[in-house]
């Protein structure tokens, strides 16, 4: 053994030991800060650990066998009497168990040291096969301590018509809170309903899925403004952070800033360089300029609908007059403009107007994240290349990662593709950035009810009315589920409610669909008409004439039936001249010919909005299933009934169910034919 240390001594193995074993450690300490710099897997750091530790006994053996001469490297090394030494055995195994002892004093360091045998963890965790699963026993998701929530900025100013400033100022701080990767940041939707200042802070956490809470107040007098604000720790409710900003409006880019980079450095978030250059940007020097903007930011969140977007786009317009090199508001013009476009009303005026909006956007400031998501969406919305606006808003989750918008816009645009399953997913990650808006709850059941998962969708949106009790589309919605699997009983229970109290007019399908399976249309007919006397934009007043006219018929009042069909068909051509490129006025036309008897112009209308959605895997599905049930109507069982099997294996928009082509009477000429009566046993 004497001779064992000797030799270690005099090799060198101890001093090359301990020189790896530092070196190695800041190897390690670099490996973590670019694994957190750059995002990387936890794997990264897991794979130089590993190489680290198989390096060691390599070095071990070497430094035994061979020493670094002024000579150069020599395998043997001289004795003390002078003579050369080979290596023996006993020296092999010796060098072996050092490196063997070393590597485990190494694992050992590196392993975590509270961490249990799995055997003893999965036995004392595990339940019992037969045995329900508790709450408890539920795996609940990990909470990161890097999250935060916003809550809406108390108003302080005695002028009460700023309210808007703090409802916007909330939103710009989030929005550069949203630019730092390595911060969970939750959605002003999910906040925009809570108290400023609320009891249950803990529970409100919880809800949200975030660690820390901010809370603030705004006060504005003049061209001063006061921002004060305060970041809690919602489990302990104790302060980590606060302060007062004194400032003179025209420096509050600067105090959003700051605020962005003191919570992530209280809460340990990296700010990436560019982290830091995009949430430090001053947008515009106009203080009139930056009010409209805010004021169309507000108009925009608060009225999700084509009034709002129209009123917020003139609030944005305002704004880019004031200051003609406010980039973000050309970009938020651009991107109300194309939701203006999509929501019927695709003319070629309003087509331009989103582009002059975007291409101005784009000529002053590109790469910002603002612009490229509003490019995205005239992408989507106008110019119907889904593709490419799938691109577009990768790029933005990338610059934006807790931005929800992009990934509520990739599950949108992934529909449109046929990518349910990607489309899915997009969802359920908005949601956690979001959790409490109700309208995500109902996207996610509208993919579910495409790919005909209805019992999950049934839960879902469950759920959603729990946030959002009344919703009459949610409420629509869980109708055309439990339609569906074939609960009209219950269905008819849901929509008891709308047709009681003058429904909104999204409704009306769900209703329509419940009378035709059931068979049964006054009440239906009753619910529509009241929609009717409402005051409606013309495609809807168009859409509501062509259902009674259905319902009249399918009642026996072939008249009734007919006034309707014809104040259908003078609107839906009226549209069709203002929105050519719209193919809802194509197939509502289409329809209206189908029930007219003249099934040459319902299917040449229906073959135009076909070609117009050729690009929409979805809507261009829903329009062949509006082909195939005018095939039926007519008796076309040889181009009907193929249709109807390829169909019921796909996935889109309002898909085809069994329920349908049992109950619904446009089927009624396919009955008896085996075919037909062969798709209903499968």
Not at 134 to 141: L, N, S, V
Not at 198 to 215: F, M, S, T, W
Not at 356 to 382: C, D, P
Request: hydrophobic residues 45%.
């Amino acid at each position: 053994m004497q001779r064992f240390i000797s030799e270690l001594q005099r090799r060198k193995v101890l001093r090359i030991a301990s020189g790896y074993v530092v070196a190695g450690w800041i190897i390690l300490q670099v490996a973590l800060s670019l694994q957190t710099a750059l995002k990387l897997p936890d794997s990264f750091s897991t794979i130089i650990v590993a190489l680290l530790t198989m390096g060691f006994p390599a070095a071990l053996v070497a430094s035994w066998f061979f020493e670094i001469t002024p000579e150069g490297i020599k395998r043997t090394v001289p004795s003390a009497g002078g003579a050369m030494i080979k290596p023996q055995t006993t020296d092999i195994i010796l060098a072996g168990m050092l490196a063997l002892v070393v590597v485990i004093a190494l694992a050992q360091f590196f392993m975590p040291a509270n961490r249990e045998p799995l055997e003893a963890s999965a036995t004392a965790e595990a339940p019992k096969p037969d045995a329900p699963e508790t709450e408890a026993q539920k795996p609940q998701p990990s909470i990161p301590e890097a999250s935060v929530a916003v809550l809406p900025f108390e108003n302080l100013s005695s002028e009460k018509d700023s309210a808007f400033f703090a409802v916007g100022i909330q939103d710009e701080i989030l929005t550069r809170l949203a630019k730092i990767g390595s911060l969970k940041v939750i959605s002003r939707t999910s906040t925009s309903h809570l108290s400023s200042r609320p009891d249950n802070l803990k529970e409100i956490a919880r809800q949200l899925g975030v660690a820390n809470i901010l809370e603030g107040s705004i006060q504005r007098q003049g061209g001063n403004v006061r921002v004060n604000v305060q970041l809690i720790k919602a489990s302990t409710d104790g302060h980590l952070w606060a302060e007062i900003y004194d400032r003179k409006l025209d420096n509050i880019f600067a105090v959003q800033s700051e605020i962005a980079i003191a919570i992530a450095n209280t809460l340990s978030a990296t700010v990436t360089g560019a982290e830091k250059r995009s949430i430090s940007a001053t947008p515009t020097t106009n203080t009139d300029a930056y009010d409209a903007y805010l004021r169309g930011l507000t108009l925009s969140r608060q009225n999700d609908s084509l009034a709002g977007y129209m009123q917020a786009a003139k609030s944005f317009r305002d704004a880019v007059r004031l200051d003609p090199d406010f980039t973000i508001a050309w970009a938020a013009l651009a991107w109300n403009e194309a939701l203006v476009y999509f929501n019927n009303e695709q003319t070629d005026a309003q087509r331009d107007a989103a582009h002059t909006a975007l291409e101005t956007a784009l000529r002053l400031q590109s790469e910002i994240a603002e612009v490229q998501l509003a490019k995205g969406f005239y992408q989507y919305y106008v110019e119907l290349d889904y593709a490419a606006a799938r691109t577009q808003f990768e790029k933005v989750r990338a610059k934006w990662p807790s931005n929800y918008e992009s990934l509520r816009a990739l599950a949108l645009v992934e529909r449109r593709l046929g990518r349910w399953e990607e489309s899915k997913s997009h969802i359920e990650q908005a949601i956690s950035l979001d959790p409490l808006r109700a309208d995500l709850h109902w996207l996610l059941t509208g993919v579910l009810v495409s790919m005909r998962d209805f019992e999950p969708a049934l839960r879902i949106v469950d759920s959603a009315l729990n946030l959002s009790p009344g919703d009459v589309e949610l409420i629509s919605m869980k109708a055309r589920i439990l339609q569906s699997l074939g609960r009209l009983d219950e269905a008819e229970i849901v929509l008891k409610p709308l047709l009681q109290s003058r429904p909104e007019n999204q409704a009306y399908d769900s209703i329509v669909r419940q009378a035709v399976l059931q068979r049964q249309y006054g009440v239906a007919i009753t619910a529509l008409q009241a929609m009717l006397d409402q005051k409606s934009d013309k495609l809807t007043t168009a859409n509501l004439n062509l259902q009674l006219g259905r319902l009249h018929a399918l009642s026996g009042d072939a008249k009734g039936g007919a006034e309707h069909f014809e104040q259908a068909r003078t609107l839906y051509l009226v549209e069709m001249k203002r929105q050519p490129k719209n193919p809802t006025p194509l197939v509502g036309l289409a329809w209206t010919f189908c029930f007219l008897v003249d099934r040459e112009n319902a299917l040449k209308h229906v073959e135009k909005a076909i070609g117009i959605a050729a690009k929409d895997v979805s809507q261009r599905l829903d329009h062949e299933e509006t082909r195939m049930r005018i095939w039926a109507y007519f008796g076309g069982r040889d181009r009907a009934i193929p249709e109807i099997a390829r169909l019921l294996k796909l996935s889109y928009f309002g898909p085809l169910t069994k329920v349908d082509l049992r109950l619904d009477p446009i089927y009624d000429k396919l009955r008896g034919d085996p075919r037909f009566e062969a798709l209903l046993k499968e």
